[in-house]
Nanobody, 115 residues
Framework: VQLQACGGGLVQAGGSLRLSCVAS????????VRWYRQAPGKQRELVAF???????NAADSVKGRFTISRDNAKNTVYLQMHSLKPEDTATYYC??????????WGQGTLVTVSS
């Protein structure tokens, strides 16, 4: 399975972006979809996840601003980001985990938020 992440870019503080992660295969048998981010000099952190059963959650730092969703028909996972802050600047990675435990990563898409 290959994942193609896109949608990153340069945005001013307060702006919005929508990240997409397109899988080369079906995501019907995927248990968890996650978005992580890694800022320069920092560890990778979990931003949000969504389970196949519909449970979603987000990190406290983005809760209320970021929303994760999945479109199984399009084999795509999204991260809608609103009210962006300079501290949201990072490379964002999607991760898909199948029920059998197999896990795949996208190549990352850079989000830069200017103040």
């Amino acid at each position: 399975v290959q994942l193609q992440a896109c949608g990153g870019g340069l945005v001013q503080a307060g702006g919005s972006l929508r990240l997409s992660c397109v899988a080369s295969g079906s995501i019907f048998s995927i248990d968890l979809v996650r978005w992580y981010r890694q800022a320069p000099g920092k560890q990778r952190e979990l931003v949000a996840f969504a389970s196949d059963s519909g449970i979603t959650n987000a990190a406290d730092s983005v809760k209320g601003r970021f929303t994760i969703s999945r479109d199984n028909a399009k084999n795509t996972v999204y991260l809608q980001m609103h009210s962006l802050k300079p501290e949201d600047t990072a490379t964002y990675y999607c991760n898909l985990q199948y029920y059998n435990g197999d896990s795949y990563w996208g190549q990352g898409t850079l989000v830069t938020v200017s103040s």
